[in-house]
């Protein structure tokens, strides 16, 4: 089962132009948000309307737009997983399973009992899904749109609005079902965490254009989409407010570690996400002074990881938190860094921002 | 009850209860269909269509009643034509039905479009992706989730139905045990010596209705909006 895709769409701000082929197994979409990955999604499915191109899913034509062959979604047989799981809310769990059931094709059959078994919701079963978590949401809404018996799954950041807990846990979900299932899957994510432990073949895309495509290690080690990769590289920190400063900043406190950022505007004692993007740290073993960054917070190294780029990413543990910092194999060597050794994380006020994605 | 109630009050409200039922029940397909176009579609004359089924709101009710008599009277070509098939409007029940739904259908127009216009389009998508056409998108999802509204309009509906007086009376007069509403027997009671009494216990009964009606559709939109959210 092959689908070659090939989309034109143009824009005031923005323009689309790809050509790919997914062979079996999943691929993976890549980029920014903006670079397009979506629009190419929701063109496969048929949601999008207002391209060119043509799309096609073995020997069967999707969308032709020289054909004006325009199949509606319906008739695609195309399953989507989308970020918010969109289970729908007036029916239990099970009803939004067995939704597609009555529009299935009759040589299809899916095996509910295994799908069920696989994703662990049988127990949810008679639930609404207002009372569901996060993750379990998500697991429904993959089941339901297995259930479709589809051809191919298209899978929109799935894993986006969930914690990193829930990422860790549902992400073998998406490898069991493609082994297990056998059915292709075009999965678009920003996070080359996730690129890494799913993909078979990587399309990384940026501002409507196709950078590279091929094999995972080697994509994500080309030198344009590594420094893409490592923008998206971010950890958080859980932070008290505890003062207003005159000159324009607020004081945060993280255990015994305080921070300086651009005045947040919350009052004194509520708690506060930082945002903090590992390619804008600076590591060192000792404090510094003379230097112009406020914050620099203490802490140990927890571990070492190396990534396709070459660099190495140190997790510093500070206040109990992990927060990655990108350094280059160079700079490692120079700190002469060891698991367990302690050191100082240097953060700009200016680069950190107050985000939601704290746990809790 | 019809100890306290004389049989005139008495078939006055039973009136307006059938009146009102009926009318509630011929206007809402159509008004569902009306609200789905005007929430979902883009076409030309929208804004007129939007006008049209507003304008009953804002015209004077006995102008609404004289118009629904030129149009439907026993002698307009309209009129004759359907009486040819048994059906009169002019001076009966069923004139005043067709004056109520037509008085109750702006309301009822407008909060089943408020209910689709909350619904997410993004489940309308998701539904289309599992393989249903927009007819079962429509049949499975849209209307389900309409139903709030489509609850809150109709008792909404049949509560104005209920009190609609002036094309009432304008378009089927007042004649006791046939076209005889609510209101218009209190009207009646009142021009009369010595109608209050019969008057005031109909102006109790009004607003037992009418506060009831408000209180269900309340309940009714509030408990199944609860059930709903995600």
């Given at each position: 089962m092959t689908l070659s895709v090939s989309l034109q769409q143009s824009m005031p701000n923005f323009s689309l132009d790809v050509t790919f082929e997914a062979p079996s197994g999943i691929t993976v979409l890549f980029g920014e948000s903006g670079s397009g990955k979506t629009t190419t999604i929701n063109a496969i499915a048929g949601l999008l309307t207002h391209c060119e191109g043509r799309v096609t899913l073995s020997n069967r034509v999707l969308f032709d737009s020289d054909d004006n062959k325009h199949l509606k979604p319906y008739q695609r047989n195309i399953g989507y997983i989308f970020q918010e799981s969109r289970l729908f809310p007036h029916l239990t769990v099970e009803q939004n399973l067995n939704y597609a059931k009555r529009f299935k094709k009759a040589d299809k059959s899916v095996d509910f009992n295994h799908i069920v078994e696989l994703l662990g919701i049988k127990s949810l079963m008679k639930r609404a899904p207002s009372s569901l978590s996060g993750g379990e949401k998500q697991r429904v809404a993959i089941g339901r749109a297995l259930l479709s018996a589809p051809d191919l799954i298209l899978a929109d950041e799935p894993l986006a609005a969930l914690d990193g807990a829930r990422k860790a846990e549902l992400l073998p979900y998406f490898k069991k079902l493609n082994r297990e299932l056998g059915i292709p899957m075009l999965y678009v994510t920003h996070s080359p965490q996730e690129v890494l432990e799913l993909a078979d073949h990587v399309i990384a895309l940026e501002q409507g254009r196709i950078v590279t495509q091929g094999p995972a290690r080697e994509v994500m080690a080309n030198s344009k989409v590594a420094r893409t990769a490592n923008r998206a590289i971010k950890s958080t920190l859980t932070t008290r407010l505890v003062a207003h400063h005159s000159d324009g900043l607020s004081e945060l406190q993280a255990a015994n570690e305080t921070l300086y950022v651009p005045s947040i505007d919350a009052s004194i004692g509520t708690s506060v996400c930082l945002e903090l993007v590992a390619n804008d740290l600076i590591l060192s073993t000792t404090k510094v002074d003379?230097?112009?960054?406020?914050n620099q917070v203490n802490g140990t190294v927890e571990s070492i990881e190396n990534i396709p780029s070459g660099d190495v990413l140190i997790n510093v543990c500070v206040a109990g938190e992990i927060i990655s910092t990108h350094i280059t194999s160079r700079s490692l060597k120079k700190l002469n860094l060891n698991v367990g050794d302690a050191c100082v994380l240097i953060i700009k006020s200016v680069n950190i921002c107050p985000s939601n994605r704290c746990k809790g | 009850m019809s100890d306290w109630l004389g049989p005139n009050e008495w078939a006055a409200v039973l009136l307006s209860i059938k009146v009102a039922f009926w009318a509630t029940l011929f206007s809402l397909p159509a008004a569902i269909g009306i609200a789905y176009l005007l929430a979902k579609k883009e076409f030309v004359g929208k804004q007129l269509l939007n006008g049209i089924v507003h304008l009953p709101l804002i015209l004077p009710p006995v102008v609404t009643g004289y118009l629904l008599l030129i149009t439907f009277g026993k002698r307009t070509p309209i009129g004759s034509f359907l009486a040819e098939w048994g059906i009169e409007f002019a001076f009966r029940w069923s004139g005043a039905a067709l004056a109520a739904a037509i008085m109750a259908f702006p309301l009822l127009v407008r909060a089943i479009r408020l209910s689709i216009e909350a619904i997410d389009p993004k489940l309308e998508e998701a539904a289309a992706t599992l393989g249903a056409s927009r007819r079962w998108v429509f049949l499975t999802i849209t209307l389900p989730l309409m139903l709030p509204g489509i609850i809150a309009g109709a008792v909404l509906g049949f509560a104005k139905a209920m009190g609609e007086f002036g094309a009432t009376i304008t378009f089927v007069s007042n004649i006791p045990g046939q076209t005889q509403t609510l209101p218009s027997a209190i009207y009646a009671f009142l021009q009369v010596p010595g109608g209050e009494s019969s008057a005031t216990k109909l102006v109790i009964i009004s607003i037992i209705i009418a506060m009831s009606a408000l209180l269900a559709s309340e309940w009714l939109s509030r408990r199944m909006s609860r059930r709903l959210q995600s």
């Open positions: 003379g230097i112009s960054a406020l | -």
